[in-house]
């Protein structure tokens, strides 16, 4: 029986790359898009029927290289965040910002960071833990500018002038708060 134009053709192909199971799911409904995505330790890669296989094996690795890099960001660990923090206050604070703790905690509801000058101790909001890293290093930096100048006024703004994504991460940030209906705040 022949098949309309506007009847949906899907095809489920699946396939092992560089170790991971990849379920590739064709779709005639798919124009130009690709996602990708986990479901039951596999990647479910979703692709336009038109694509050749050439052009389907390079979405295939792309998008298993984005979605373990997002993982990868995800797992980020307490210690990996001081070792980022010493790394970014000897880069763009001279040294002078010594945290003695810095570690991700799950009840910031109406901040990305926040620290305590009297013990050099600094908390990340968990809902930065998957964000790129140039938005985690804002958040750290504007942390640890907090050790040395506790405001926000032009003192504390005039340490963060050295990192050149200040404004894009603080755009950043904003973005994702009003998108999510959050009140979260860098002031």
Same mark, same amino acid.
């Given at each position: 029986?022949?098949?309309?134009?506007?009847?949906?053709?899907?095809?489920?192909?699946?396939?092992?790359?560089? &170790?991971?199971?990849?379920?590739?799911?064709? /779709? /005639?409904?798919?124009?130009?898009?690709?996602?990708?995505?986990? @479901?039951?330790?596999? #990647?479910?890669?979703?692709? *336009?029927?038109?694509?050749?296989?050439?052009?389907?094996?390079?979405?295939?690795?792309?998008?298993?290289?984005?979605?373990?890099?997002?993982?990868?960001?995800?797992?980020?660990?307490?210690?990996?965040? #001081?070792?980022?923090?010493?790394?970014?206050?000897?880069?763009?604070?001279? !040294?002078?910002?010594?945290?003695?703790?810095?570690?991700?905690?799950?009840? @910031?509801?109406?901040?990305? !960071?926040?620290?305590?000058?009297?013990?050099?101790?600094?908390? +990340?909001?968990?809902?930065?833990?998957?964000?790129?890293?140039?938005? #985690?290093?804002?958040?750290?930096?504007?942390?640890?500018?907090?050790? +040395?100048?506790? &405001?926000? &006024?032009?003192?504390?703004?005039?340490?963060?002038? !050295?990192? *050149?994504?200040?404004?894009?991460?603080?755009?950043?940030? @904003?973005?994702?708060?009003?998108?999510? !209906?959050?009140?979260?705040?860098?002031?």
């Amino acid at each position: 029986m022949a098949r309309s134009r506007h009847e949906l053709r899907r095809e489920v192909v699946e396939t092992v790359v560089d &170790g991971v199971t990849v379920e590739v799911r064709r /779709s /005639s409904r798919r124009r130009r898009t690709v996602s990708a995505y986990r @479901q039951e330790g596999r #990647l479910v890669v979703l692709v *336009p029927a038109r694509l050749t296989k050439a052009e389907e094996g390079e979405w295939v690795r792309t998008m298993l290289a984005r979605v373990t890099a997002s993982e990868k960001r995800r797992r980020r660990s307490d210690d990996d965040l #001081l070792t980022r923090a010493a790394r970014l206050s000897a880069t763009y604070l001279d !040294g002078r910002a010594r945290a003695t703790s810095v570690r991700w905690v799950s009840n @910031q509801e109406t901040r990305w !960071g926040s620290c305590t000058p009297a013990e050099a101790s600094i908390r +990340i909001s968990d809902k930065v833990r998957g964000m790129p890293d140039w938005v #985690l290093d804002y958040v750290l930096l504007h942390e640890l500018a907090h050790l +040395i100048e506790p &405001g926000h &006024g032009a003192a504390f703004w005039s340490l963060l002038d !050295g990192y *050149p994504r200040t404004e894009r991460a603080r755009g950043y940030l @904003q973005g994702v708060a009003a998108t999510a !209906g959050l009140t979260l705040s860098d002031e």
